[in-house]
């Protein structure tokens, strides 16, 4: 069992949670992730790490309430328990030897940016940040972002906060105002993902995706994870979830991240009809 630290809403949709787990906070590093289930009977859902303290022996996790799951576990409070807590799971992201990177979160996507942009920073590499949302109250992380940024560019696709437009927009305009970068890491939707790797190869930038299939067990065994990547496939929980942007295949992905929408929002909805008949 794993105690809930901290629980902060972040928007009507994204919830924080801080959850005591000191043996993974021993080992975690950005872009690793974990795999929980709320209760004994429920299904397994994996988790990136937003951010962990070693010394307090923490894990910060960031989600969207989309599914039955996540309805669930954002019902449990500070003090509450999370049944299973697995990880860390997947490669790390690579940041060693960087110099000069562009970080574009998307979304709730920004959750797993920020702790690479904040390890990028830490060692002493120049990150220029582009976060995006639909609009100013989806906004999540903006202060942890400017910490961890030299310049920062917030967008918003109606202009009620930071600059309208796309993050592709502010990648671009940075791009042609000389900016060099070593390697740009875009983290989000796939299609805002898509568009990112289809302008940078313009720009021959090397370009890191991180991937977010269906999965089950993290380990490679069940297959749900797989991708399609230079033609081979791949397997997000264990030969990622970071992947070469300009290799993956991304209609692939979309068209099968798809598949179980409807029945996520079924399932969600059943969850929240039986809150509300108990609270």
Same mark, same amino acid.
């Given at each position: 069992m794993y105690k809930i630290i901290r629980k902060?809403?972040?928007n009507p949709t994204v919830t924080l949670m801080e959850v005591d787990a000191p043996l993974i906070a021993k080992k975690a590093e950005p872009g690793q992730f974990v795999i929980l289930r709320v209760d004994e009977d429920g299904e397994?859902?994996?988790l990136t790490v937003a951010d962990f303290d070693r010394e307090k022996g923490t894990i910060t996790i960031i989600f969207q309430i989309v599914g039955a799951t996540t309805e669930k576990l954002n019902h449990l409070n500070?003090?509450?328990?999370?049944h299973d807590f697995v990880g860390p799971l997947g490669t790390p992201s690579h940041t060693e030897g960087l110099k000069k990177?562009?970080? /574009? @979160? +998307?979304?709730?996507g920004c959750a797993i940016a920020y702790p690479i942009a904040k390890k990028l920073h830490n060692n002493g590499c120049e990150v220029h940040s582009i976060v995006g949302f639909r609009n100013k109250d989806l906004v999540i992380l903006e202060d942890e972002f400017k910490a961890a940024?030299?310049?920062?560019?917030?967008?918003?696709?109606?202009?009620?906060?930071?600059?309208?437009?796309l993050v592709t927009d502010a990648l671009k305009s940075l791009i042609d105002a000389g900016n060099q970068y070593d390697e740009v890491i875009a983290i989000g939707p796939l299609v805002m993902m898509k568009f990112v790797c289809k302008l940078t190869k313009e720009y021959g930038i090397k370009t890191v995706?991180?991937?977010?299939?269906?999965?089950i067990d993290g380990t490679g065994m069940c297959g749900g994870c797989r991708?399609? /990547? @230079? +033609?081979?496939?791949?397997f997000a929980c264990v030969d990622g979830p970071d992947f070469d942007g300009h290799l993956v295949d991304f209609d692939e992905a979309l068209e099968r991240g798809a598949m179980y929408k409807e029945f996520e929002t079924a399932k969600r909805e059943e969850v929240c009809n039986l809150y509300k008949g108990v609270r």
């Open positions: 902060q809403v972040l397994r859902i994996p500070e003090g509450e328990f999370i990177v562009a970080v /574009v @979160g +998307g979304g709730v940024s030299n310049v920062m560019k917030m967008m918003t696709d109606d202009g009620s906060y930071g600059e309208k437009g995706v991180s991937m977010n299939p269906i999965m991708l399609t /990547v @230079g +033609g081979e496939t791949k």
